[in-house]
């Protein structure tokens, strides 16, 4: 007798599990990447800000700044007929509640202002100064800007410059120091 051709119930359902298993490794591979995956992601964003904003100064023939506190940052543009610096945008860039920045400015660390409310008395009447400077000329504040996880066994990223080259991310460790 002839056997009908075709897959089997049995056949089927093994390769509806393997398909399964893979598109359900693939889901968690690339939808929750976790803390440390968005902190290089945060690290590279500023990374490529810095250099944006290192381009613009140059083409615009302005100086810039990064206005830096432990939760977000900010940019910042000089008006040279107010004398004052200005923000780019309205609202600053807040990082996860897991992560927090410092700044350390010619080998030196910066106490950063703590939080400040948007719609606040006190921010409207602050004059926002930054801490990091990106010159017309092209050049930085020779700088070392520490993106952490606030747990003790997080990673540690940093951003630097000499002043004159781009900063670059590198992995300072997995753990933060005691």
Do not use: C
């Amino acid at each position: 007798m002839r056997r009908a051709a075709g897959f089997t119930l049995i056949e089927l359902l093994v390769v509806m599990v393997i398909i399964g298993s893979l598109a359900g490794l693939a889901v968690l591979s690339t939808g929750v990447a976790g803390p440390a995956r968005e902190l290089n992601n945060e690290a590279e964003r500023l990374a490529s800000l810095l250099g944006v904003l290192a381009d613009e100064a140059v083409l615009d023939n302005r100086e810039y700044g990064l206005w830096v506190t432990p939760e977000a940052y900010q940019v910042l543009r000089y008006e040279e007929r107010s004398g004052a610096w200005q923000p780019l945008d309205k609202r600053e860039h807040r990082l996860p509640e897991w992560a927090e920045l410092s700044i350390e400015l010619d080998g030196q660390a910066l106490t950063l202002p703590g939080p400040v409310a948007d719609d606040s008395e006190q921010k409207k009447s602050a004059a926002l100064v930054p801490q990091l400077l990106i010159l017309s000329s092209g050049e930085f504040s020779p700088f070392r800007l520490r993106l952490v996880e606030r747990r003790r066994d997080g990673l540690r990223l940093q951003l630097s410059s000499d002043g004159f080259s781009l900063p670059k991310v590198e992995v300072l460790a997995t753990g933060r120091a005691s």
